[in-house]
């Protein structure tokens, strides 16, 4: 399973919990089981944040990037430029 | 100049320095900007802007003014559709032209459509809107107070879940280890309050376009933007039309800087144009830009810091306050993630953005970053001169490698922050001595840079000559970028290639062109299209010399054919196989396009040598040396000239720029007189160091340029002040009253 990574802002709706083993194929499979298990997680991890996988910046929006078995997926605030 | 040549030698044209594609109609004025345009026909489209900052609009009179001399169209809030607070398309098309309730001084509220100019002028004065004026919120402390007034009554703050309206437009805590112990283990603390006022892009050209919708229905766009596609969707979403009616064309662009990454004017373009059956130019004057367009955001920002007597940064804790102007945003989560640099395993950050009744804002050149690197960077510094040691050392010692977390945990990718303290540190600015009577300033910055779609077509022409086409707005030399790349890949000389930016009926989806992204993920389609077209061409020499295809290899822009009965045969050049191409197979073309990920951060070192007028105050800029990674430079004085504009912004930002409010909430210096940004005798010769750490997500390895040069001047001028007059600034801009101010109350 992925190891996945939340902000603080994100554990306001996990009960503190940060870090934790998720399954899930893609970066919106994990976003899917994420939601189902905390309550109002899902709509900031998908239209409020950015993901990086293994420390690669995932481009907006994606949620079909692979998810390997033992994958670091950070969810971080969203990124753009100027 | 490039410290680390490290360029593999195989590379032929990348690196090198050709005259860019679009330099000639550039300097000469032929270059088209969309201000340049005029159709037969056209009208000149003039908006009514609120002179309150914050109102309910009670009514909107316009029967004057379409009464008047060449009035072709009116237009109010009430022609266009109302879109649900909730949806992120909301606040753009709000900005564009106010439904019930004005933002800020200079809100669009109408606007008019007529034959001249001056009569468009005279009948925008002669709309008569009737306003309910409320109490203005101007800036952050005023925001965040007890009982303030709600600046704006949809916002929510985002992802809370709230229901009622707030001045809260973003909250978000960043946290790791324990800032207690970590403050505890701390021989030196270092605490400081920092403020930064709104500030502008400062792009000469103001924002233009010209709409003209057909009898068919359908808009044709010319625009000044950072990215025609999104002009596309956004003016399509305000106006609750399909894409497939809006052709937008881009103009070429006098600067963006992130400023041209949203719009103001084409959807009531279109509007005016739709209602008048003619086209509309609208461009906007220098005081409608400094009034009603997009800031980087004010801020004030809070940061207590810790470090052990051998120089190891423990801990950092603080507040990050970003106003985003009238409108909700990420600035302040932006912000706090920008602080990047240093390991800190000790971090509690909390940001906050605020809502208030200024221009909303919008991205400037690395978003957040440079207020909360003059915090950051004033803070170490300060560590530094308290333990004594050198203030690069300082850095080196607490600097990010590879898997070293940022600011949110996620662990950097490949970097060359350790490579670019070291090009300043071994440069001979910094083993100068420091003039007499002067001080001396070391600062850094960081931005993550992006990548995002992007398409690319690259067609051969029958001569062997070549014609790249892509969707991003060439803002910073990215044509010249994109020629470098394909003549890399093809082994065709740069000039033998046209790099063009196509409209957005011509060429694939392609994202804004912001977050340092063009050349990073626009090039990497380029690359594919031409990898591509040379397996094209392989096949084609095969069959013009009657070989296997897999006999075929490209080796310095030829066909080459390995093994029997031809091996040894001349090659196949580039112009043989195009002039064949009819008896080959026809056309040769390509097309590539990508969600480009992997994007490369980037790292900017500073030196600033200033001296300061203790009579006056004023700051005299002596020396001025910038290094930053470029991953790969393509096109290295392009990479140069990033890193100057960014620094030469940066200064004016330090120095002199800042929005001034009355307080009624009127901008009282829009124009380029009052609103002071540097001109060339403000500054010396910016000396620029390229460093060079490839990207190994790139297929040359490239960051990404365009921002990072901006972050470190605030911080770098104000510990060069700091160690020439004794003063620690911590407000911006460091004019010459606010440092005489400090001067004198040292």
């Known amino acids: 399973m992925a190891i996945v990574h939340l902000q603080a802002n994100h554990a306001t709706f996990t009960d503190g919990v940060r870090q934790l083993e998720v399954d899930g194929a893609t970066v919106g499979a994990v976003i899917d089981e994420l939601a189902k298990r905390f309550d109002g997680l899902g709509p900031l991890l998908r239209e409020g944040s950015s993901v990086a996988i293994n420390g690669e910046l995932q481009p907006k929006g994606t949620i079909y990037a692979a998810v390997t078995g033992d994958a670091e997926v950070h969810f971080l605030a969203p990124i753009s430029g100027g | ?746």
């Open chain 2, 1 to 746: 100049m490039t410290a680390t040549e490290n360029r593999p030698p195989k590379y032929k044209y990348v690196g090198t320095r050709p005259v860019r594609h679009d330099g000639l109609d550039k300097v000469t004025g032929k270059a088209r900007f969309a201000a340049d345009l005029d159709l037969t026909g056209q009208l000149r489209g003039v908006m009514v802007r609120s002179p309150h900052a914050h109102a309910r609009i009670v009514s909107i009179d316009t029967s004057a003014a379409e009464a008047m001399p060449g009035v072709k169209a009116v237009t109010t809030g009430a022609d266009f559709p109302t879109i649900d607070p909730a949806d992120p398309a909301h606040d753009e098309a709000i900005n564009n032209i106010a439904r019930d309730e004005v933002l800020y001084d200079g809100h669009t509220v109408a606007a008019v459509a007529a034959t001249t100019l001056a009569e468009a002028r005279a009948a925008a004065a002669a709309v008569k809107v009737e306003y309910e004026v409320l109490p203005a919120v101007l800036s952050i402390e005023e925001s965040i107070a007890d009982g303030a007034p709600i600046a704006n009554s949809t916002n929510r703050t985002l992802f809370t879940g709230d229901t009622e309206p707030s001045n809260i437009a973003s909250i978000g805590p960043f946290q790791r280890g324990d800032v207690e112990a970590g403050f505890a283990a701390a021989d030196v603390i270092v605490e400081r309050t920092f403020t930064t006022k709104a500030v502008h892009q400062g792009y000469i050209e103001p924002h233009a376009c010209v709409a003209d919708v057909g009898q068919d229905g359908k808009a044709t766009i010319w625009a000044s933007s950072q990215g025609h596609f999104a002009v596309r969707s956004k003016t399509a979403k305000i106006l609750g039309w399909g894409t497939d009616k809006i052709k937008v064309t881009p103009a070429e662009i006098g600067g963006g800087f992130g400023g041209k990454t949203t719009i103001y004017l084409e959807p009531i373009a279109v509007m005016l144009s739709q209602k008048a059956a003619r086209p509309v130019k609208i461009v906007m004057t220098r005081e409608e830009v400094l009034r009603a367009t997009g800031p980087a955001p004010a801020s004030k920002i809070h940061i207590k810091m810790g470090a052990t007597n051998d120089g190891e940064l423990t801990t950092i804790q603080g507040t990050l306050h970003y106003s985003n102007g009238s409108a909700k945003g990420y600035a302040a989560l932006t912000g706090a993630m920008s602080i990047a640099s240093y390991r800190f395993p000790n971090l509690d950050l909390m940001a906050v953005g605020t809502v208030d009744n200024t221009p909303k804002s919008a991205a400037y050149r690395a978003p957040s970053a440079p207020q909360a690197a003059f915090a950051i960077e004033t803070l170490v510094d300060e560590i530094a001169d308290q333990l004594g040691v050198d203030p690069i050392d300082l850095r080196l010692r607490n600097a990010v490698v590879e898997g070293d977390p940022t600011a949110m945990g996620a662990p950097h990718p490949k970097i060359g922050f350790i490579e670019t303290l070291e090009a300043i540190k071994n440069s001979e600015h910094y083993n100068s001595p420091v003039p007499e009577g002067a001080g001396r300033g070391f600062g850094t910055g960081f931005w993550f840079n992006i990548g995002e779609q992007s398409s690319a077509t690259v067609n051969l022409n029958e001569d062997g000559t070549a014609t790249v086409i892509t969707g991003s707005p060439d803002i910073g030399g990215s044509r010249a970028s994109m020629a470098l790349m394909a003549a890399e890949e093809l082994g065709l000389d740069v000039h033998r290639i046209t790099p063009i930016v196509a409209d957005t009926e011509s060429v694939g989806f392609t994202d804004i062109t912001e977050g340092s992204r063009a050349t990073f993920a626009t090039g990497m389609a380029v690359v594919n299209a031409c990898r591509e077209l040379i397996e094209q061409m392989k096949e084609r020499a095969a069959v013009m010399r009657g070989v296997a295809a897999d006999q075929v290899a490209w080796i310095d822009g030829a066909a080459v054919i390995e093994g029997p009965p031809s091996e040894g045969a001349d090659p196949v050049s580039i112009a043989e196989i195009t002039g064949a191409a009819k008896m080959t197979g026809g056309p040769l073309t390509a097309t590539a396009s990508l969600n480009a990920a992997g994007a490369g951060p980037s790292f900017a070192a500073h030196l600033a040598d200033v001296r300061v007028d203790e009579e006056t105050g004023q700051v005299e800029i002596l020396r001025y040396t910038a290094a930053q990674d470029a991953g790969t430079a393509i096109h290295p004085s392009y990479v140069e000239g990033q890193m100057q504009g960014g620094s030469a912004q940066g200064i004016g930002w330090a120095l002199n720029e800042e929005y001034i409010f009355s307080g009624d909430g009127e901008m009282e210096n829009a124009s380029f007189l009052d609103y002071r940004m540097p001109v060339a005798s403000d500054l010396p010769m910016i000396e620029a160091i390229i460093v060079e750490v490839p990207n190994p997500s790139h297929p040359y390895g490239v960051r990404g340029v365009g921002e990072t040069g901006i972050v470190p001047p605030i911080g770098t001028l104000a510990n060069a002040i700091a160690h020439a007059a004794g003063v620690r600034m911590t407000d911006l801009p460091m004019s010459p009253p606010t440092v005489l101010k400090a001067i004198n109350n040292k």
